[in-house]
């Protein structure tokens, strides 16, 4: 399985579950994930973690690797996505702000690539004032996931050693 991630799993794990500071081991293992090939970014996360200007932003620049340029096959994904955005019921400024930021790219990368999204996110179905990303990806047969599920099936460990 290849995950992508959500800008707001960086910003989550680094404000409240994860610091950078307190549980590097979830930052290391965020890198060996990468370094294995199993989970990875895109670039317009990248631009949003950058808007931060903190040690996260200072943390992601470090890691070119992590954030993928949004390349030529993801051209069809984007086309079918922005028709389900246009042809939906949600409200003209919601239609808008989804098409105007990353979520709109990472959900249409994810459909091209077939990668898992993980995401903070949960679905609102019933919102007609904001597309989420699970409603996206529901929309297209992309699977998503918590971060928390994401180390739960990638059986992620974060322990210090044992002393006597």
């Known amino acids: 399985m290849t995950y992508l991630l959500d800008a707001n799993v960086f ?19 965020i890198d060996a994930g990468t370094t294995a090939g199993v989970l990875f970014s895109i ?10 200007s903190d040690e996260l932003s200072a943390w992601a620049n470090a890691r070119k690797s992590l954030f993928v340029e949004v390349d030529a096959a993801t051209a069809p994904s984007f086309v079918a996505l922005t028709a ?10 919601a239609k808008s702000t989804f098409l105007g930021n990353a979520d709109y790219q990472i959900v249409a990368y994810a459909h091209a690539h077939n990668c898992v999204v993980v995401t903070h996110e949960k ?38 050693p044992r002393t006597s």
């Not at 699970?134 to 322990?159: H, I």
């Open 84 to 93: 389900w955005v246009t042809s939906s019921e949600y409200t003209p400024a």
């Open 123 to 160: 679905p609102e179905p019933n919102s007609y004032k904001k597309i989420k990303i699970p409603d996206a990806c529901n929309a297209f047969g992309v699977s998503y996931v918590t971060p928390f599920q994401m180390l739960r099936a990638e059986n992620a460990k974060f322990v210090l």
């Open 43 to 52: 670039a317009p996360i990248k631009r949003e973690l950058d808007a931060g």
């Open 11 to 29: 910003i989550t794990a680094k404000n409240v579950h994860y610091g950078l500071d307190f549980v590097p081991a979830f930052w290391d293992w």
